[in-house]
């Protein structure tokens, strides 16, 4: 991952959201549970396609808090796919944060998210392999 405060990703972002007073704790800070909500629904939406169907969540590592978010503030997360194994997915997620009427961005916290792919039957269910130049290979999960 990049360092603090470096450029965001190239691209557009999976999630992109702005803060509003409902997502806010009593002294009007962003909840961080919030920020990590909007982590997980990019890491799932990165997770669900790439499997192409239902992904969830078994393990996030590595969650540092950087800088906060304040209301108003735009935030873009951008998740990757990094790994896969025989089931799981492990996805890079980077959130960032704009001022309503500024054009510098922060980066306010990363984390690494790991996915498993699950059938109807909600048991986990083989995912396509990473390809060498990162993305998914063409065939079908096996």
Same mark, same amino acid.
């Given at each position: 991952?990049? %360092?603090?405060?470096?450029?965001?990703?190239?691209?557009? =972002? +999976?999630?992109?959201?702005? *803060? #509003?007073? %409902?997502?806010?704790?009593?002294? !009007?800070?962003?909840?961080?549970?919030?920020? #990590?909500?909007?982590? &997980?629904?990019?890491?799932?939406? @990165?997770?669900?396609?790439?499997?192409?169907?239902? *992904?969830? $969540?078994? %393990?996030?590592?590595?969650?540092?808090?950087?800088?906060?978010?304040?209301?108003? &503030?735009? @935030?873009? @997360?951008? %998740? $990757?796919?990094?790994? +896969?194994?025989?089931?799981?997915?492990?996805?890079?997620?980077?959130?960032?944060?704009?001022?309503?009427?500024?054009?510098?961005?922060?980066?306010?916290?990363? *984390?690494?998210?790991?996915?498993?792919?699950? !059938?109807?039957?909600?048991? =986990?269910?083989?995912?396509?392999?990473?390809?060498? /130049? !990162?993305?998914? /290979?063409?065939?079908?999960?096996?």
């Amino acid at each position: 991952m990049k %360092a603090v405060d470096a450029l965001p990703p190239e691209g557009a =972002p +999976t999630i992109r959201v702005v *803060a #509003m007073p %409902a997502d806010t704790n009593p002294y !009007g800070d962003i909840f961080g549970g919030w920020l #990590m909500s909007q982590m &997980d629904s990019a890491a799932g939406s @990165v997770a669900s396609r790439h499997s192409h169907g239902r *992904a969830v $969540t078994i %393990a996030m590592d590595g969650m540092t808090f950087h800088r906060p978010v304040f209301v108003g &503030d735009e @935030v873009s @997360v951008f %998740a $990757t796919l990094v790994a +896969t194994g025989r089931t799981s997915m492990k996805i890079e997620v980077e959130a960032w944060r704009r001022a309503r009427h500024d054009e510098n961005s922060y980066k306010v916290t990363e *984390a690494v998210f790991t996915f498993v792919a699950v !059938g109807e039957d909600r048991q =986990p269910r083989r995912v396509p392999s990473l390809s060498v /130049d !990162g993305g998914a /290979d063409s065939g079908e999960a096996a």
